[in-house]
């Protein structure tokens, strides 16, 4: 599986857009970008995913560069709810499997 | 429509003693998996089902057991307990029908080895 590299924390304001960054250099051709949340003590909550167009759905816009190496997840209005770890996926085709890492950490504060 | 259930949701065991976990996909789902999570270690792959085969395996020992039933419900069951085994577990469905489709993981069942 590519792997992939996220900040370990950073801070939002209530109301403010939240970006956040996933680098992922090695991905391969047929690899889908995935994002997840979770939130504390509660299981991965899926938010977006993408191939190689840019996604928009009610939770969140994911934005892939033209060569896929980087992605950023947006959260246009962050609410104090959206405190959560946020992980960047890297998916090889067929593989059921995800592989988490760190993931970021999103404090959003009132 | 239903998420997905796991049960129990905590559970507390003696070393040495051995666990079931359940787990009931979401209605239409074919693909169970299930993770662990520890502080130190993350959210890691332990194995995934499909039509009651086991397709994908993660880098855990032989304690680690599951099966998936023809109705999609799966169970994990680990053997002689060890400290290192508190986590939590976590279990995830999908249509299982490609590999864009996404997961829904369930709140997880707590265990607790003393």
């Not at chain 2, 109705?71 to 995830?92: F, I, K, P, Q, W």
Request: hydrophobic content about 30%; glycine content about 8%.
């Amino acid at each position: 599986d590519a792997k992939t590299t996220q900040p370990p924390s950073m801070d939002c304001a209530e109301g403010r857009a939240a970006n956040l960054p996933c680098n992922h250099s090695t991905i391969s051709g047929n690899e889908y970008v995935y994002w997840y949340r979770q939130i504390h003590s509660q299981g991965p909550q899926y938010i977006i995913h993408g191939l190689k167009n840019n996604e928009t759905n009610e939770m969140a816009s994911l934005i892939i560069t033209e060569d896929r190496k980087s992605s950023t997840l947006i959260l246009p209005h962050a609410t104090l709810r959206d405190t959560a770890v946020y992980y960047c996926i890297v998916r090889v085709n067929n593989d059921y499997k995800l592989s988490f890492g760190a993931g970021t950490t999103v404090t959003v504060r009132a | 429509k239903a998420g997905v259930t796991q049960t129990p949701r905590y559970l507390i065991k003696t070393r040495g003693q051995q666990v079931t976990l359940s787990c009931s996909p979401i209605s239409g789902h074919r693909s169970v998996s299930w993770y662990q999570q520890t502080p130190g270690q993350g959210l890691q792959f332990l194995f995934e089902y499909f039509s009651e085969t086991q397709r994908n395996k993660g880098n855990f020992p032989g304690r680690f057991s599951g099966r998936q039933f023809s109705n999609s419900r799966s169970e994990m069951n680990v053997s002689t307990l060890e400290l290192g085994d508190s986590a939590l577990y976590l279990c995830a469905s999908s249509l299982g029908a490609g590999s864009s489709t996404e997961a829904f993981f369930g709140q997880g069942t707590r265990l607790t080895v003393v």
